[in-house]
């Protein structure tokens, strides 16, 4: 991984903004970081301007999915927050993934990620949903989908990366949540890898949260994982 600092997002999933900022303070050499829905409704512009002060990376986690003209203004509208990363569902459809391309491409260095299956689901919680797949042979219909219309970068569990590279090939970029280190508790995602074997597998990009934000110092626990990944 060319710069590791970078490839670690860090995932802000606090219930308020003093949180989060007290996070992003201690966290100096982290580049990345990644504010999901609940963050967003709560307290996005406030966390938003400061990242940007900051000159952090903005990855917006709002998995778009809707009719593909409103996920075109979607798109469009998340301009004013300039974020690096957005996310849509991938299962919107071909012309949903079209029509959220295209808007970004008015806003250069926007990449749009297609996010798969939820790392919080298993083959059991897909049949629940009418789908006679299992999460891999789902995670792989929906990259296929979404190359086939123009999506690079998709998001994944941990465990599908070496599937999708052996299938579609290298350049395909995979941002990965449900990471663990060894020294942490896995928590709510069922499909999970420690650090060192997502980016053994492939992984472009590690979503990392509750291990280093909840850690009594979050620099320590970001540094440590630096160097569980350099071994």
């Given at each position: 991984m060319?710069?590791?600092?970078?490839?670690?997002?860090?995932?802000?999933?606090?219930?308020?903004?003093?949180?989060?900022?007290?996070?992003?303070?201690?966290?100096?050499?982290?580049?990345?970081?990644?504010?999901?829905?609940?963050?967003?409704?709560?307290?996005?512009?406030?966390?938003?301007?400061?990242?940007?002060?900051?000159?952090?990376?903005?990855?917006?986690?709002?998995?778009?999915?809707?009719?593909?003209?409103?996920v075109?203004?979607?798109?469009k509208?998340?301009?004013?927050?300039?974020?690096?990363?957005?996310?849509?569902?991938?299962?919107?459809?071909?012309?949903?993934?079209?029509?959220?391309?295209?808007?970004?491409?008015?806003?250069?260095?926007?990449?749009?990620?297609?996010?798969?299956?939820?790392?919080?689901?298993?083959?059991?919680?897909?049949?629940?949903?009418?789908?006679?797949?299992?999460?891999?042979?789902?995670?792989l219909?929906l990259?296929?989908?979404?190359?086939?219309?123009?999506?690079k970068?998709?998001?994944?569990?941990?465990?599908?990366?070496?599937p999708?590279?052996?299938?579609?090939?290298?350049?395909?970029?995979?941002?990965?949540?449900?990471?663990?280190?060894?020294?942490?508790?896995?928590?709510?995602?069922?499909?999970?890898?420690?650090?060192?074997?997502?980016?053994?597998a492939?992984?472009?990009?590690?979503?990392?949260?509750?291990?280093?934000t909840?850690?009594?110092?979050?620099?320590?626990?970001?540094?440590?994982?630096?160097?569980?990944?350099?071994?």
């Amino acid at each position: 991984m060319k710069d590791l600092h970078e490839k670690i997002i860090i995932a802000l999933d606090y219930d308020s903004y003093d949180e989060a900022k007290k996070c992003v303070d201690q966290l100096e050499d982290a580049v990345f970081f990644k504010v999901g829905l609940q963050a967003f409704l709560e307290f996005g512009q406030q966390v938003i301007d400061l990242l940007q002060s900051k000159n952090k990376k903005l990855f917006l986690d709002l998995k778009f999915k809707d009719i593909p003209n409103t996920v075109y203004g979607a798109v469009k509208s998340s301009f004013k927050y300039q974020p690096d990363f957005l996310t849509i569902h991938v299962s919107g459809g071909a012309e949903m993934i079209r029509k959220a391309l295209e808007a970004a491409g008015e806003r250069p260095g926007l990449t749009i990620l297609g996010v798969t299956v939820l790392t919080s689901l298993s083959d059991k919680d897909l049949a629940e949903t009418g789908i006679a797949l299992s999460t891999e042979d789902a995670v792989l219909k929906l990259c296929e989908l979404g190359l086939n219309n123009g999506l690079k970068s998709f998001v994944c569990s941990p465990q599908e990366i070496e599937p999708i590279k052996k299938r579609f090939g290298k350049d395909v970029v995979l941002v990965t949540p449900g990471i663990r280190p060894q020294w942490s508790v896995k928590g709510d995602q069922k499909r999970v890898f420690t650090p060192e074997m997502a980016v053994a597998a492939g992984s472009n990009y590690l979503v990392i949260g509750r291990p280093i934000t909840q850690h009594e110092n979050p620099s320590a626990a970001f540094n440590q994982i630096l160097q569980e990944i350099l071994k």
